[in-house]
């Protein structure tokens, strides 16, 4: 079972900046799609950003030109470099990945980490 866990999440004022990780854990052959996902509750999980293995990034039109996800393949993390925070971008975020673990595909979410942007 392939286990995601995220670190980095905090309170942080407007216009401030935050980087989240998460580190991918198991028997994996091959992570497929890695990245970013958040939820506030009453709402369904939006994707924020992420990153083939080819390098093909997806960015939420929100976040485009403010955050940025960096995959490091050889260590199966992933970040997500948060800047000019902005209070509607409160949420839990939650990593998420993609593969094959011992020629089984997953699909793994980690537990989620709460980023509160506020004065």
């Known amino acids: 079972q392939v286990q995601l866990t995220e670190s980095g999440g905090g309170l942080v004022q407007p216009g401030g900046s935050l980087r989240l990780s998460c580190a991918a854990s198991g028997s994996i052959a091959a992570i497929y799609d890695m990245g970013w996902y958040r939820q506030r509750p009453g709402k369904q999980r939006e994707l924020v950003a992420t990153e083939t293995s080819f390098g093909r990034q997806k960015y939420a039109d929100s976040v485009k030109d403010r955050f940025s996800i960096l995959r490091d393949n050889v260590k199966n993390m992933v970040y997500l470099e948060m800047n000019s925070l902005k209070t509607e971008d409160t949420d839990v975020y939650y990593c998420?990945?993609?593969?094959?673990?011992?020629?089984?595909?997953?699909?793994?979410w980690g537990q989620g980490t709460q980023v509160t942007v506020s004065s």
């Open positions: 998420r990945a993609d593969g094959n673990e011992s020629g089984h595909d997953f699909d793994s």
